[in-house]
């Protein structure tokens, strides 16, 4: 009558999402007086999943062997394991590997889905939880009407909580197979670090007047050991690759840090960045609307304050 | 080939978010509905494959209430050959791809082409679902696809970077922002506008999938404390307010 939650993989690593999502089950676990059991799938090294006994996991049951990119090949395991450990709830991040397997595994359950969701269960029966909506601009406490339920946990919204615990790896074994989707190749992202992934963000918009200008961007980013982002305008113009573009209609992101340099913060930018822990504005605009969502700003011209502020980060970095 | 996209109607992405009757509704006064952006994408795609795969159709499905029409008949004037609306006010995306899913067995289709997901509440649910539900492959979010007899090549991007899949047909498949370029999405032309109107849009009666979640109540996220402002020849204050009041380098 266990808790599942999926540890999943990238690449054979366990990702800070993912002892998020871990936090997350404990958390229910604690709530709903039930057992937490994590799921890994495809070629992951032990001591790399004894990773999720750091935020309280006490048992991973690993399945080798398969694609942890195929979500159907993910959630028939997943079934499998809920199905023999009489498991009522799946919890997931909500990275593509658990967005993508969540719908498919609520099929296969006949469970409940909700995505996204920030906070530990406020009731138990029926279950309500607290989820992201609106592309950042609210919050939804919802209410779930099915007895089983797939849950997924919003990226860098509810916290590692360390609770070092010894962590035993069991294997387990699935039949489960996958003949509609061939998978042909994989091009790893090439960038230093990903968007999802980073906890410091530096983005840029048309402030910066052309492609040619972003050398300083990046040593920002650099020296602050941050990732790359833009704006619309500047994804749509050409100066930076679609995948950088952070906003409503790009990617939405969480950072501990979003820098904004040249971005005045229109609605549909604020919406993707507008959860970030701490947000520093840098532009010439004083009415740029982005000050009123900001924790720090600076009006300035972009070409003399961001040179400044890399020589100062890197001094308080020596 | 027959291909269905399906549309969700969403606030404008300019909109101020509100609620009322004590935050258990959202405010829809004033506020423009559109196609979801992610959708748009997917339309435009139909239209493209339409094109180079002579004898093709496009067909728009959407489930809600007669209110929305608008977004349908502007489908329809951006280029779609004829429409579905499901009689029903969705509550949630299960009862969406359920009700989807209902009318795709009886109704079958080659390609569904939906969002990643819907602006509003970004439940990413209803493309993965719909591959469950109808037992077919489902890619997304999804960034290229192309049409090659019966074989449906696609780019999903996945964690880490993007993949390269293929599937037989049919296939569901997930669009957001370079399943075709911003540029080259469509809008409707005064003669699209004029066709739209003698074009079938067909409704059907909801199947009766119920909902799996509702909403209580909708909050505002916490606002932000005032700004701090930092004189523009003092960047080592905003370092040390990082390092020491932030505590987030």
């Not at chain 1, 999502?21 to 709530?31: D, E, L, N, Q, R």
């Not at chain 2, 509440?121 to 049409?147: D, K, Q, R, T, W």
């Not at chain 2, 003669?191 to 003698?198: F, H, K, L, V």
């Not at chain 2, 909801?206 to 996220?221: D, F, K, L, R, T």
Request: charged share 20%; glycine share 8%; hydrophobic share 40%.
């Amino acid at each position: 009558m266990s808790v599942l939650v999926y540890i999943e993989n990238t690449d054979g690593s366990v990702k800070k999402n993912v002892i998020e999502a871990v936090s997350y089950a404990i958390a229910y676990g604690t709530a709903v007086g039930k057992p937490v059991v994590g799921v890994s799938i495809g070629n992951v090294t032990d001591e790399e999943l004894k990773k999720a006994g750091t935020a309280g996991l006490s048992k991973v049951i690993k399945i080798d062997g398969y694609d942890y990119n195929n979500h159907q090949i993910a959630s028939s395991v997943l079934a499998d394991i809920a199905n023999s450990q009489g498991s009522s709830t799946v919890i997931m991040s909500s990275s593509n590997q658990g967005k993508g397997a969540a719908p498919r595994l609520a099929v296969k359950l006949g469970a409940g889905i909700t995505t996204d969701v920030i906070d530990a269960p406020s009731s138990t029966a029926p279950v309500v939880v607290k989820k992201k909506g609106f592309s950042g601009k609210a919050i939804l406490n919802v209410a779930l009407s099915n007895d089983k339920n797939v849950i997924t946990v919003a990226v860098n919204s509810f916290g590692v909580k360390e609770s070092a615990t010894d962590c035993s790896i069991e294997s387990g074994s699935s039949t489960a197979t996958d003949t509609t989707l061939a998978h042909v190749s994989f091009e790893k992202d090439t960038s230093k670090l990903s968007l999802t992934d980073a906890e410091l963000v530096v983005s840029a918009g048309r402030g910066l007047k052309g492609a040619e200008n972003w050398g300083m961007v990046d040593e920002l980013a650099e020296a602050l050991g941050a990732a790359t982002a833009c704006s619309k305008p500047v994804a749509d113009i050409g100066w930076r690759p679609h995948h950088e573009h952070v906003g409503q209609t790009g990617i939405a992101i969480s950072p501990n840090l979003y820098i904004a340099i040249g971005i005045s913060g229109a609605i549909q930018h604020l919406a993707g960045v507008s959860s970030s822990k701490t947000i520093v504005v840098i532009n010439t605009d004083p009415e740029a609307p982005f000050f009123k969502a900001a924790d720090y700003g600076i009006i300035g011209d972009a070409f003399e304050v961001v040179p400044k502020l890399v020589a100062a980060v890197k001094a308080a970095k020596a | 080939m027959k291909i269905l996209v399906c549309i969700s109607s969403v606030p404008d992405t300019t909109t101020k978010i509100t609620f009322t009757e004590n935050n258990t509704k959202f405010n829809a006064s004033g506020v423009q509905f559109v196609i979801n952006p992610n959708d748009e994408f997917g339309l435009t795609k139909a239209l493209i494959l339409k094109e180079t795969n002579p004898g093709s159709t496009v067909t728009v499905i959407h489930v809600g209430p007669v209110t929305n029409e608008p977004i349908i008949r502007k489908s329809l004037a951006i280029g779609a050959d004829d429409a579905i609306r499901i009689d029903t006010d969705a509550i949630d995306a299960v009862q969406v791809a359920n009700e989807i899913a209902a009318y795709v067995k009886a109704n079958p289709f080659d390609l569904i082409i939906t969002g990643k997901e819907s602006i509003d509440y970004n439940g990413s649910i209803v493309p993965h679902m719909l591959g469950e539900l109808l037992g077919v492959a489902s890619v997304s979010p999804c960034i290229g696809l192309n049409i090659n007899g019966t074989t449906a090549e696609m780019v999903a991007v996945v964690d880490g970077g993007k993949e390269n899949v293929t599937s037989n047909l049919p296939v569901i498949v997930g669009g957001q922002k370079g399943l075709v370029d911003e540029k080259e999405l469509r809008i409707p032309n005064m003669r699209g506008i004029m066709q739209a109107r003698s074009k079938p849009l067909n409704v059907v009666p909801a199947s009766g999938a119920s909902a799996s979640q509702s909403v209580n109540s909708y909050e505002s996220p916490a606002a932000k404390s005032a700004c701090t402002m930092i004189d523009a020849n003092n960047v080592e204050e905003l370092v040390n307010l990082l390092q020491n009041e932030a505590k987030v380098i």
